[in-house]
């Protein structure tokens, strides 16, 4: 493994553990066993290796959300989604902080809105079992941003307040209430 890929593994570990805003570009050679100079010779910054190496985890999943399941469940996705807030807390919060500062930052912002669409095709994904490479644009837009939507929030939630957030049970009895006040069908857009 080459200094490139162990910082980003370094990082990886960090944002699981420190979260970034605490991550030093000590901590960061530390981890990986290389030299400060490093970090600037391979990513520029230490904001550009932990941007990627966010980007990589979340693209990855497995670590944050947990093993992606063989088969389309949704109470278990939601279960194993809550649960990834808790035990994965400080990574979700490095999430949310790499999301404010994208507000200030276009490359950031643009790096985030790609990793957002990604996001709603892995979401559409989880809940169809259809491969990404199977779903129409439609059901990403839809189905995905949808699910994307309730994650986002009830991460936050999760973070914020664990005590009275909801459970994988009430976050699928609220999506059925939800669901009978939904009209027959879409009222025309306004294109």
Same mark, same amino acid.
């Given at each position: 493994?080459?200094?490139?890929?162990?910082? /980003?593994?370094?990082?990886?570990?960090?944002?699981?553990?420190?979260?970034?805003?605490r991550t030093?570009? !000590?901590? /960061?050679? %530390?981890?990986?066993? @290389?030299?400060?100079?490093?970090?600037?010779?391979?990513?520029?910054?230490?904001?550009?290796?932990?941007?990627?190496?966010?980007?990589?985890?979340?693209?990855?999943? =497995? !670590?944050?959300?947990?093993?992606?399941?063989?088969?389309?469940?949704? =109470?278990?996705l939601?279960?194993?989604?809550?649960?990834?807030?808790s @035990?994965?807390?400080?990574?979700?919060?490095?999430?949310?902080?790499?999301?404010? !500062?994208?507000?200030?930052?276009?490359?950031l912002?643009?790096?985030?809105?790609?990793?957002?669409?990604?996001? !709603?095709?892995?979401?559409?994904?989880?809940? $169809?079992?259809?491969?990404?490479?199977?779903? %129409?644009?439609? $059901?990403?837009?839809?189905?995905?941003?949808?699910?994307?939507?309730?994650? %986002?929030?009830?991460?936050?939630?999760?973070?914020? =307040?664990?005590? %009275?957030?909801?459970?994988?049970?009430?976050?699928?009895?609220?999506?059925?209430?939800?669901? $009978?006040?939904?009209?027959?069908?879409?009222?025309?857009? =306004?294109?």
């Amino acid at each position: 493994m080459g200094n490139r890929e162990k910082l /980003l593994e370094a990082a990886r570990q960090c944002l699981f553990e420190k979260g970034y805003e605490r991550t030093t570009v !000590r901590d /960061l050679a %530390s981890a990986a066993g @290389v030299s400060m100079a490093a970090i600037g010779y391979h990513f520029g910054s230490k904001e550009a290796l932990l941007n990627q190496a966010l980007f990589e985890a979340l693209d990855q999943g =497995d !670590r944050a959300f947990g093993p992606l399941a063989d088969e389309t469940d949704l =109470d278990a996705l939601w279960r194993r989604l809550i649960e990834a807030f808790s @035990v994965n807390k400080t990574f979700w919060i490095a999430n949310l902080e790499t999301a404010l !500062r994208a507000q200030r930052d276009p490359e950031l912002r643009a790096q985030l809105a790609a990793g957002l669409r990604q996001g !709603r095709s892995g979401m559409a994904r989880e809940v $169809t079992g259809t491969t990404e490479a199977e779903l %129409s644009e439609a $059901t990403i837009r839809t189905l995905g941003s949808v699910q994307l939507a309730l994650v %986002s929030g009830m991460m936050m939630q999760h973070l914020t =307040d664990p005590e %009275s957030a909801p459970t994988a049970d009430e976050v699928l009895a609220g999506l059925r209430a939800l669901a $009978t006040y939904l009209p027959e069908e879409a009222p025309p857009s =306004d294109a």
